[in-house]
């Protein structure tokens, strides 16, 4: 070896951008060790206890009979986590396990799509981010398959942009591979699936003559995709039409707001009080504020990106067309997610979480390109306050995932077992905290997960609504509170929050036909009403764990039968 090459050697070395292998391992393991400390003392919330109850069920047609007309997901991570179960043990540690070694992948997953799709440095910014970005952390920690949507958007879009640019039948292969396995994870991927179909669309329909071989070739795969779900799609038309959360009122607002609302729930989510809510949402947008002061400065001097410095190139062709494939897939997402909306809200922060991995990669690779562009130190300003708004809001958000639980439904679980008498009736309102709640509660005592009439763990989600806005579920259950009072035993009430409905509201309620998010409301005041008038006041309020768990709070009124007399065994109105 020469003295050259050998100080090419070595000053590669030097370079920590042109050698990732020691440095992106150690980021990697501070990802992991971050999101091992997250998780490491935290009990499950109502999600992850009613897939790890259809997980459990007993055989996998079991399971695939629950997916396809009790629940609104498709089945491949149920069956990737049966198959680890195999491996790892049964338990919820297990479980949470797997998630949290898929979720720590993303580091390295997005430092390579960054760096294939922009540079290295990119790469090494945005895989830094990631390591330390609290949506990712959060849903890193939850089993959940949101982590491997993540991956797999990112493997769908890199392959997508290498695809179009290259025509290369390996980068349409990984392409459909990854389309194909969003699909059978989650239902929010068709949006996802109909964002790559317009970026496709834009990329041969403006040289139709050029790119016939990319056309030829992504309606090949297009195909292909469509025959590989095919024996999936009956199942999704039946979860459509049977499940999914209630009509949000979409108006012109939403439209307007709706790239800081996917910037507030994929990429930088609130911490602290609202006035530092308001920081952080600006701090969100400083890119997007000094985005545009660049473009008006330049306009207004008339510079363009030709007179910048010859020391800064343009974007590569695959830069420019992964550019493309990242803005069409995001924007035409979040339009269909808020036109189908009017029908079942889609805008749900854990789905909007799936596009953390490639915003960052989208908000790094502008901000670099700023960066080497902008002729005016204050743009740089800009971008250097944007920075630090970013590492800042980030910083609190691990803070607030370090001192949170998700929720408190195993300590509340216990403390009520330790309290309760065999004769108890259990009341759960509504029946979803039952999932949490029961994987935790181990005594057989009486149950009513309103408005089922038992106990359960793998909560059936088809046609919830109307059972809960049936008035018979609600007779049914009065009855057997008055049965219980009759025969002098306790009941315990287990919901998330009880009160009054709200009297700000922008229309009266129509209480012949009340929304549904009020619906649960208006039967859980009418049960505890009902206990009231039998029992009287609660004895005992149990409200265990952290005050503000991050995804469900539960608490628990005991209502114990004081000396019988003629007023109190009246039943309700």
Not at 451 to 458: F, S, V
Request: charged content about 15%; proline content about 6%.
């Amino acid at each position: 070896m020469t003295t050259r090459s050998a100080s090419a050697g070595s000053s590669r070395y030097l370079d920590v951008l042109s050698a990732p292998g020691l440095w992106l391992g150690a980021l990697t393991v501070f990802g992991a060790v971050v999101r091992w400390f997250v998780a490491r003392d935290e009990g499950l919330w109502r999600d992850e206890g009613l897939f790890l109850a259809i997980v459990r069920l007993p055989r996998w047609q079991d399971t695939l009979e629950f997916l396809q007309f009790h629940e609104s997901h498709p089945p491949l991570f149920y069956a990737i986590v049966r198959l680890w179960r195999q491996l790892a043990g049964d338990t919820d540690q297990a479980a949470l396990l797997l998630v949290l070694i898929i979720g720590s992948l993303i580091v390295p997953a997005t430092y390579f799509a960054a760096s294939r799709l922009y540079s290295r440095r990119v790469g090494a910014i945005a895989a830094v981010l990631a390591a330390i970005s609290p949506i990712l952390i959060d849903h890193a920690t939850m089993v959940r398959p949101y982590p491997l949507l993540q991956i797999l958007l990112l493997a769908s879009c890199l392959s997508l942009a290498l695809a179009l640019e290259t025509a290369t039948i390996k980068w349409w292969i990984v392409f459909g591979v990854s389309i194909l396995a969003m699909l059978y994870t989650h239902n929010w991927a068709w949006l996802l699936a109909a964002g790559h179909a317009v970026a496709f669309a834009v990329f041969v329909l403006r040289k139709p003559r050029e790119r016939a071989r990319q056309m030829f070739q992504g309606v090949v795969v297009a195909i292909l995709i469509a025959l590989a779900y095919a024996p999936w799609a009956n199942s999704l038309l039946y979860q459509t039409a049977h499940a999914g959360y209630s009509p949000l009122a979409v108006d012109a607002w939403n439209y307007i707001l709706i790239s800081p609302l996917a910037l507030q729930a994929s990429i930088l989510p609130p911490v602290g009080t609202s006035y530092q809510r308001l920081l952080a949402t600006f701090g969100e947008l400083s890119y997007m504020f000094c985005a545009g002061l660049l473009w008006l400065v330049r306009r207004a001097l008339r510079l363009s990106q030709n007179s910048a410095s010859p020391a800064v190139p343009a974007w590569e062709p695959v830069a420019r067309t992964g550019t493309r494939v990242l803005t069409a897939t995001i924007a035409t997402s979040l339009l269909l997610a808020l036109v189908l909306s009017t029908r079942s809200n889609l805008v749900q922060p854990r789905c909007l979480s799936i596009f953390a991995p490639v915003g960052l990669v989208a908000l790094v690779a502008a901000a670099d390109h700023a960066w080497r562009t902008a002729g005016h130190g204050v743009v740089k300003i800009g971008l250097a306050l944007g920075a630090l708004a970013i590492l800042s809001v980030y910083g609190g958000g691990v803070v607030k995932l370090l001192t949170l639980h998700k929720s408190n439904a195993r300590e509340l679980a216990n403390a009520i077992a330790a309290r309760s008498h065999p004769s108890d009736l259990v009341i759960l309102m509504p029946e979803w905290l039952a999932s949490s709640f029961n994987l935790y509660f181990k005594p057989n005592n009486d149950q009513i997960d309103y408005p089922r009439e038992g106990r359960q763990l793998a909560v059936d989600f088809a046609d919830q609504l109307p059972r809960l806005r049936d008035s018979a579920s609600l007779v049914r259950t009065i009855e057997r509170v008055t049965k219980a009072r009759a025969q002098g035993r306790r009941v315990w009430l287990v919901s998330e929050r009880i009160g009054t409905i709200s009297r700000n509201l922008t229309k009266p309620i129509d209480f012949m036909k009340p929304p549904d998010s009020i619906v649960v409301h208006i039967r859980l005041q009418q049960v505890r009403n009902a206990l009231t008038l039998l029992y009287g006041s609660p004895d005992t309020t149990l409200a265990r764990g952290k005050s503000k768990d991050r995804y469900e709070h539960l608490i628990a009124a005991l209502f114990t039968p004081a000396p019988m007399d003629s007023g109190a065994m009246r039943p309700p109105k």
